[in-house]
């Protein structure tokens, strides 16, 4: 089988392609690399793709469109080490006998690793007490925290993150409501969680945490009249996309102080140095670094090329991407 590697960028090329992983392409595929540290574009794509059985994409690579697919006679297989496929990939490419799949698994386990972070950051008040000590205050032994043990969490949207946040949460022993139709009632018990409204979770839960994707459907899905139903103290905690908020509505929120807020999303990506939510006390600010684990970034070519080698050996895909799932994803 003859396969087509599209990341360019050497710094990608250099944390996914370690000796092990490029061994095991070496061992049981004819592998060519596009040319490294130069922009690889679509028309060089739809130029060379007819060579071609698999082809393994990741950030910066250009699009399968329905123009490459039009050339792409022997394509059978699509890896992307990487999570959403919505830039990548045209939605054509469903309507061919090709195998689609991603390393989402990897980006969603750091991103949850990150949200449990967030939880006990926000819930032991670290940024707060950090502070107070650079300011020379030492608050004695009467003062308490939430914590995070024994807490009433809210999970809004299911998915691989919010999966792999279940897990995580299990030593702390938390009673953990669901908002998501895409949860069935088995496996919401199979996960130990309660399905429930959106209103019950903003009403019922002291910590809440976002994991839904962001579709025209759930754009704005907390405004102003969903963040006043939160619980006075309540911690809202974003590492999904930050359109799932209305931004306005959610600095009014936390500006009064009724809330806090851990944030790794934004509307504007960089944030500047005088952004207004960098200046609330009650919020801990994070530079978009869910998928910044350094293992399991390395992990995303090795899950693809895994999931490569069970489809040459006929074995079941573990990580393929149907044209619903697909749908679904975020679009960035």
Request: hydrophobic content about 40%; overall charge negative.
């Amino acid at each position: 089988m003859r396969i087509l590697i599209t990341v360019w960028k050497k710094e990608l090329k250099d944390l996914f392609f370690g000796e092990e992983v490029q061994t095991k392409l070496r061992d049981h595929f004819e592998v060519d690399w596009v040319p490294e540290g130069v922009r690889y574009e679509e028309t060089q794509l739809e130029r060379e793709i007819s060579r071609y059985d698999a082809v393994l994409t990741s950030w910066g690579s250009p699009k399968i469109t329905a123009n490459v697919l039009s050339q792409a006679a022997n394509l059978k297989f699509i890896g992307h080490a990487g999570g959403t496929l919505i830039p990548y990939v045209d939605p054509d490419v469903f309507q061919r006998n090709i195998k689609v799949v991603n390393a989402n698994t990897a980006l969603a386990k750091s991103t949850a690793e990150l949200a449990i972070a967030l939880m006990l950051a926000g819930a032991w008040n670290i940024c707060g007490y950090r502070d107070e000590l650079r300011s020379g205050i030492w608050g004695g032994n009467g003062g308490t925290v939430s914590g995070l043990y024994g807490q009433s969490v809210g999970l809004i949207g299911i998915g691989e993150v919010a999966r792999e946040v279940i897990a995580l949460l299990r030593p702390f022993h938390t009673k953990i409501r669901l908002c998501s139709p895409y949860c069935t009632p088995d496996e919401a018990e199979q996960l130990g969680v309660q399905l429930c409204g959106l209103d019950e979770l903003l009403r019922e839960s002291s910590i809440v945490s976002l994991h839904d994707t962001l579709t025209p459907e759930t754009r704005g899905m907390l405004g102003k009249e969903e963040l006043r139903k939160l619980q006075t103290g309540a911690l809202l905690v974003n590492t999904a996309r930050a359109a799932l908020i209305d931004e306005e509505a959610l600095y009014n929120e936390l500006a009064s102080g009724r809330i806090r807020a851990a944030l790794d999303v934004y509307y504007r990506e960089p944030l500047s140095g005088d952004d207004p939510f960098l200046r609330l006390p009650n919020v801990v600010c994070m530079p978009h670094i869910g998928a910044f684990s350094a293992y399991w970034k390395s992990q995303l070519a090795a899950m693809v090329i895994d999931e490569l080698l069970r489809f040459t050996s006929g074995a079941p895909l573990l990580r393929e991407i149907t044209l619903e799932r697909f749908l679904r994803m975020t679009s960035h």
